[in-house]
């Protein structure tokens, strides 16, 4: 296993008058254990710019931590992207998740409507307008992404972003370790040598881990689905369950190589923590 394993906390802005009070404190009690960054999602769910924005406040104002900026570019101009940019470099930010976005329900293609259709165009006009000036991360899918023409078309896009200019990638959630062994080694035989960093999603109840998982492409195993419906009107055990079925795969992949763990905490600090815990993570020095 990596000696000290770095591992960085993604939070969403929070859509109701509730998340917003609470967000401080789950902050807070993240912010504790000293995460490498906070990375603050754009556009899921509905959430737009300034929501992004003042969580990424949030994030300065409550933790001292970074806090990294998720940009998606689905139906957006040069010119917003631009000045998005230039809002960020002011704020003192040095690094972005830069993404394609969700696709809106309507869309007939992978191309996204706007003036940039795939990520790697959002990472090159990064680089070109920005320099280096900015840390670049990007997603990557081990178990591909469900609009992808097909396995290879997915990887062949994963290595323009990379060439475009990223810096590392930040994986899908999955809960096949060997799905992320096997594109690890199909970037080694293509000379990619950026971080790739497991997406790692908490499992808390039976119906959003599967709603989670058919909404990105993940394959949720048989035999942990089956056991989270059995458990589902018994919240202790499930919980305890997931625990251990997300610990035994975070153990294996830092075991194997996996350079840092990035945290979905679906802005609750509980879940992602309890798995610090029994991961035996440290908080760095
Ligand atoms: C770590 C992480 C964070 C995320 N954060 C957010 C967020 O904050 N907000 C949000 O809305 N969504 C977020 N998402 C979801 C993401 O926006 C979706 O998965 C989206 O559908 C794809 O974005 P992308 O940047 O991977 O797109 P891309 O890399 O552009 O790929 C999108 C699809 O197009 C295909 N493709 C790419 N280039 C070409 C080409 N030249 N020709 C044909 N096909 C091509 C790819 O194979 C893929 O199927 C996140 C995902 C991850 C893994």
Redesign the pocket.
């Known amino acids: 296993m990596n000696k000290q394993p770095s591992f960085s906390f993604?939070l969403?802005p929070p859509r109701t008058p509730e998340g917003v009070a609470k967000l401080p404190a789950v902050i807070a009690q993240l912010a504790a254990v000293r995460p490498h960054y906070f990375?603050?999602?754009?556009?899921?769910?509905g959430?737009d710019q300034d929501g992004?924005y003042d969580t990424l406040m949030a994030v300065v104002q409550h933790s001292g931590v970074e806090a990294v900026p998720?940009?998606?570019?689905?139906g957006s101009t040069r010119a917003k992207v631009a000045t998005l940019l230039d809002r960020y470099r002011e704020a003192g930010v040095k690094r972005i998740?830069?993404?394609?976005?969700?696709?809106p329900a309507t869309a007939m293609?992978?191309?996204?409507p706007g003036e940039f259709?795939?990520?790697?165009?959002?990472v090159s006009f990064i680089r070109q307008t920005h320099g280096n000036a900015f840390t670049i991360?990007?997603?990557?899918?081990p178990e591909?992404?469900?609009?992808?023409?097909s396995s290879d078309?997915?990887?062949?896009?994963?290595r323009?972003?990379v060439e475009a200019g990223a810096d590392g990638?930040?994986?899908?959630?999955f809960y096949n370790a060997e799905a992320y062994f096997h594109f690890m080694e199909r970037c080694d035989k293509a000379g990619i040598t950026i971080p790739i960093v497991p997406?790692i999603m908490p499992i808390t109840s039976f119906a959003n881990t599967v709603r989670f998982c058919s909404g990105?492409g993940a394959d949720l195993p048989r035999w942990v689905r089956l056991r989270l419906e059995d458990l589902q009107y018994d919240k202790p055990a499930l919980i305890e369950f997931g625990l251990n079925v997300v610990t035994r795969l975070c153990e294996t992949l830092l075991r194997n190589g996996a350079p840092s763990l990035?945290f979905?905490t679906i802005n609750q600090a509980e879940p992602t923590l309890k798995l610090w815990e029994r991961l035996s993570l440290s908080v760095p020095a």
């Open positions: 993604e969403f990375s603050v999602t754009h556009g899921a769910g959430s992004t998720h940009l998606t570019c689905v998740v830069a993404l394609r976005g969700d696709l293609s992978a191309s996204a259709h795939y990520a790697n165009e959002l991360e990007v997603a990557a899918y591909v992404h469900p609009q992808a023409a078309a997915d990887f062949d896009n994963f323009r972003k990638a930040l994986t899908q959630l997406g990105c990035h979905y």
